[in-house]
């Protein structure tokens, strides 16, 4: 399958720095991200989905201003927590799903511990 | 709106034994039915997936899934488990075009025990 690497696998930021998260597709081109959070034991919940150049559309309860979405390229996309508090600790995990594609790949995930 | 529901959040057997694992969606329009799997603190690999023809599917580490219309339902089998399925399980749907965002189940967490 197609890979794509998620970069920092584990992060530790103090609350009230901001933190970016890198996510890229090595073998193919991305039109469509999703970035999804992941909290202890639970679910993956999207929070948004973005297409290349143009901007993401983040899903009810997110904040946008918070969680910054840069789709800038077909393999890179980025995603930084602003002012990180201790309540967004939490494992994010990219998405890619390439054109015409039925399947989407995954990153790595990153954990991220705010203290 | 799709929706996913894993009926068992956790599910101990021992190795060697077989497994089930249980899925039901519900959708008002075609779907496409993945199963995925995560180890700690990775992300998720595609072990299934259905986008249509037969019912049964095969995927790697010896797991297969049937799709069954009727019961609107997509469980996941292994007939003999080794301790390093020990895992966490997503079933997921997405709608019948390429592009459409995944909806996970709950997930169900596998505990294989020797």
């Known amino acids: 399958g197609a890979v794509v690497s998620q970069h920092p696998s584990r992060v530790i930021c103090k609350s009230g720095t901001s933190v970016k998260i890198e996510c890229r597709s090595l073998?193919?081109?991305?039109?469509?991200m999703f970035w999804y959070r992941q909290f202890p034991k639970k679910s993956l919940m999207l929070m948004a989905t973005s297409n290349e150049g143009s901007k993401a559309t983040y899903e009810q309860g997110v904040e946008k201003d918070k969680f910054l979405i840069n789709h800038a390229s077909l393999t890179l996309s980025t995603l930084t927590v602003t002012s990180a508090h201790p309540e967004d600790s939490s494992f994010y995990i990219c998405?890619?799903?390439?054109?015409?594609?039925?399947?989407?790949?995954f990153g790595q995930g990153t954990r991220l511990t705010v203290v | 709106a799709q929706s996913v529901t894993q009926l068992d959040s956790q599910v101990p057997v021992f190795e060697e034994a077989p497994v089930e694992l249980r899925c039901n969606y519900s959708s008002s329009v075609s779907v496409y039915l993945f199963w995925y799997v995560q180890y700690p603190n990775q992300g998720l690999q595609l072990l299934l997936k259905y986008l249509s023809g037969s019912t049964l599917v095969k995927g790697i580490n010896g797991f297969e899934a049937e799709f069954n219309k009727s019961q609107t339902s997509f469980h996941l089998r292994k007939p003999s488990v080794h301790i390093s399925d020990t895992a966490e399980y997503f079933c997921?749907?997405?709608?019948?075009?390429?592009?459409?965002?995944?909806?996970f189940g709950g997930g169900t967490r596998l505990m294989v025990k020797p």
């Open positions: 073998d193919f081109q991305a039109t469509t």
């Open positions: 997921a749907v997405s709608k019948e075009n390429a592009g459409n965002m995944l909806t």
């Open positions: 998405s890619f799903l390439g054109t015409g594609e039925t399947e989407a790949f």
